[in-house]
């Protein structure tokens, strides 16, 4: 799965700039100490140089830099003339805080190379469960993106999946509440089922029912904070023709469908409850509104990550300007220049998770972007 950023590269790059940093503190310490003759005392700098090394550099490189920072002291202390019980001291103390950073470096690279290998686990679990959609489904381009917000292991709860079906190309995207065990459990209930369902199930409010079982049976296994989840959707699905899409939103940001140089949001006509909550609203009919597909329109479906970013002032990512502008029939390029933007608005690190999806139906103008049909709304039956 591709990802706008890899956070470890970008880790050891900053790593690798500061690795200096050590050397510049004594060598500072040494210019302060020639331009004030008998001024000031510089061995708090130089005391401070391992314990700068610690976070920045190898063990060896720890110890060198201590090492290094007490022959300067002790080198300016001979050539002040008599040494005094005071500058004797702080010669000491320099070895000592040598000895504290080699063992601070000790236990921050350990606990560096056991939160490398949480990663690596956690983004195998997350491969694992989001495998990469083909390039084509069907008649659609496809393309997707799994952005991390920070550099800690959790695994999230952001999920998506296409399916080429009989009934065409169904697609879903979703958030689950939480992180961690939790949100992989109700993730991998979720895909299950969504996979089951629409190859089998007629029409798109039967998945989004099979969809609000599954959820609510996951919720009643479950005990503690797990018992109080519930997940945002919205359900898609294309025609084998591609000349419209159907969605079933279930209190989850709107698609985008971008076409022509602009975009519409295809907001739904009757707000619905996330799933795992359908019990409290009182029935279980399933809107669904219809929306006409042009040809070389690219519809984006994401989670909350993108439109909730925020940036130092706390004002939200709005992603209707950044895409309405000219784009080619790409989801990919469409993808790219999401992803850019949001990162430049909030200074390269989201506040949260994100999943985006984009499809782009073969060319073939066939209507204005835009134009919604709300459908009948569907009616709970009973599937033999």
Known sequence: MRKGRTEAMEAMERRRRLRWLPAAVIAVAVVLDVATPGGISVFPLL???????????????????????????????????????????????????????AVLNVLLTRDRRQLRTSREVAAAV????????????????????????HEEAAIGGDLFAVKETPHGVRMLVADVRGKGLQAVRTVNALLGSFHEAAEHRPDLPGVVRQLEDR????????????????????????????????????????????????????????????????????????????????????????????????????VFFDPVPVLSRPFPPDPDAVLDALLAAVLRHTGGTLQDDAVLLAVTPDGRDTVAAGVRRHDAVARPRHDG
């Open 47 to 101: 005391a401070a140089a391992p314990s700068v090394a610690a976070p920045l550099l190898s063990l060896r490189g720890t110890i060198a830099t201590g090492v290094g920072a007490t022959l300067v002291g002790s080198e300016l202390l001979y050539l002040s003339g008599e040494p005094t019980q005071e500058s004797l001291v702080a010669v000491t103390s320099m070895v000592v805080l040598t000895g504290t950073a």
């Open 126 to 149: 997350q491969q694992a469960v989001l495998a990469d959609p083909p390039p084509r489904v069907g008649r659609l381009a496809v393309a997707s993106r799994y952005e991390v917000a």
């Open 215 to 314: 959820m609510q049976d996951t919720i009643a296994q479950a005990s503690g904070e797990e018992g109080e989840s519930f997940a945002t959707a919205v359900v898609a699905e294309i025609p084998p023709d591609s000349s419209a899409v159907r969605i079933a939103n279930r209190g989850h940001p709107a698609p985008l469908l971008v076409h022509d140089g602009g975009v519409s949001p295809l907001e739904p006509a009757t707000p619905s409850l996330p799933l795992g909550l359908g019990v409290l609203g009182g029935g279980g009919d399933v809107p669904v509104d219809r929306f006409d597909l042009p040809g070389r329109a690219t519809l984006v479906l994401f989670t909350d990550g993108i439109d909730e970013a925020r940036d130092a002032d706390g």
